[in-house]
């Protein structure tokens, strides 16, 4: 059985730096791209970034980029996102996906975890 | 603002059947990129219910049906039930942003 357990979300203030972990069971984490998905507090799905099975290849959304560091260790089982320079905006539930195609790239979340909830304030 | 356009809401009496539309452009479900669709209930993870336009996971009720047409696609619930009541989520990839889009979600009411 697929199972994605998120953690290390928490309260941090703005300029504060957090990094989450997921850990992965039930498939082969290296065949397949992973990413990190949020959700501000009533608001809709937003993409974060994504990284390939190797590891070599990461994206990230704009608004993410040179803030957060998507990786990865395959001998693990675990999914990481480090973010830093947080600020309130970036307050939202993290949930980490497994890509539903066999691709490099991120195609679509077929197993999610229960996500792990990020505030930041002042 | 999302870059895949949703309903912010639609409802019906159950049995009956709605239609989710989910609008985008040349650069992501005209470029011919899968569209994807969640239901995602309050607190819950989203879940999977169509991949790659028009097809389902092993377990969705076939009352979910995808289709997909020039730069829009739509799901459509069927025999709407009290459990459907939820929000719904189209997403794609777009090469605009060399990553994944979502429109901004619709909620079904079961009247």
């Known amino acids: 059985e697929v199972h994605l357990l998120e953690s290390g979300g928490g309260l941090v203030q703005p300029g504060g730096s957090l990094r989450l972990s997921c850990a992965v069971s039930?498939?082969?984490?290296?065949?397949?791209?992973m990413a990190w998905v949020r959700q501000a507090p009533g608001k809709g799905l937003e993409w974060v970034s994504s990284?390939?099975?190797?590891?070599?290849?990461?994206y990230y959304a704009v608004s993410m980029r040179g803030r957060f560091t998507i990786s990865r260790d395959n001998s693990q089982n675990t999914l990481y996102l480090q973010m830093n320079s947080l600020r309130a905006e970036d307050t939202a539930v993290y949930y980490c996906?497994?890509?539903?195609?066999?691709?490099?790239?991120?195609?679509?979340?077929?197993?999610w975890g229960q996500g792990t909830l990020v505030t930041v304030f002042s | 603002q999302s870059v895949l356009t949703q309903p912010p809401s639609v409802s019906g009496a159950p049995g009956q059947r709605v239609t989710i539309s989910c609008t985008g452009s040349?650069?992501?479900?005209?470029?011919?990129?899968?569209v994807y669709w969640y239901q995602q209930s309050p607190g819950t993870a989203p879940k999977l219910l169509i991949y790659?336009?028009?097809n389902r996971p092993s377990g969705v009720s076939d009352r979910f049906s995808g289709s997909k047409s020039g730069t829009s696609a739509s799901l459509a619930i069927t025999g709407l039930q009290a459990e459907d009541e939820a929000d719904y989520y189209c997403?794609?990839?777009?090469?605009?942003?060399?990553?994944?889009?979502f429109g901004g979600g619709t909620k079904v009411t079961v009247l």
């Open positions: 039930g498939f082969n984490f290296y065949n397949y791209a």
């Open positions: 997403q794609s990839y777009d090469s605009r942003v060399s990553g994944s889009v």
């Open positions: 040349t650069s992501n479900i005209g470029a011919g990129y899968g």
């Open positions: 996906a497994k890509s539903g195609g066999s691709g490099t790239l991120f195609s679509h979340g077929d197993y």
């Open positions: 990284i390939s099975g190797s590891g070599s290849s990461t």
């Open positions: 790659d336009n028009n």
